[in-house]
C-alpha cells in the first residue's frame, strides 16, 4: 500500500485547509487510515482516524471540533478538513494506514506511511 499526501501550505490563524491522501496498491485490505502531525523538535501525534468499513471517526481534543475526517471509498482517498487553524497546528502532516482497526491513537499501530505534507499557520 502506498499513501500520497497533498494539500498542505501556509495559512493565516483563522484560515482553513484541506488534506487528501490518496491510496493505492492492496488498499482492498485496509481498515484503519489516520492523521498524524509532527512539529519540530517534538514526537510525532495522533490527530484523526477512521474507519474504512465502517465510517466511525476518532479524534484528539487538540482538534476536536475543528478537524473533520472524511473518505471517499470509490477514489481510495481520506481527507482532513482543518479549520479555525492556530499557530500550535502547525506540523508536518502525515497519513497513516494499517489493515487492522485497533489501538488508533498509536504510531505503532500503522505499517504504512505517507511522506508527509507541511502546514503552516502564521499568527
Known amino acids: 500500500v502506498q499513501l500520497v499526501e497533498s494539500g498542505g501550505g501556509l495559512v493565516q490563524a483563522g484560515g482553513s485547509l484541506r488534506l487528501s491522501c490518496l491510496a493505492s496498491?492492496?488498499?482492498?485490505?485496509?481498515?484503519?487510515m489516520a492523521w498524524f502531525r509532527q512539529a519540530p523538535g517534538k514526537e510525532r501525534e495522533f490527530v484523526a482516524a477512521?474507519?474504512?468499513?465502517?465510517?466511525?471517526?476518532y479524534y484528539a481534543d487538540s482538534v476536536k471540533g475543528r478537524f473533520t475526517i472524511s473518505r471517499d471509498n470509490a477514489k481510495n482517498t481520506v481527507f482532513v478538513q482543518m479549520n479555525s487553524l492556530k499557530p500550535e497546528d502547525t506540523a508536518v502532516y502525515y497519513c497513516?494506514?494499517?489493515?487492522?482497526?485497533?489501538?488508533?491513537?498509536?504510531?505503532?499501530?500503522?505499517?504504512?506511511w505517507g511522506q508527509g505534507t507541511q502546514v503552516t499557520v502564521s499568527s
Open positions: 496498491g492492496r488498499t482492498f485490505s485496509i481498515d484503519a
Open positions: 477512521i474507519s474504512w468499513s465502517v465510517g466511525s471517526t
Open positions: 497513516a494506514a494499517d489493515t487492522l482497526w485497533r489501538d488508533y491513537e498509536s504510531v505503532n499501530s500503522y505499517t504504512y
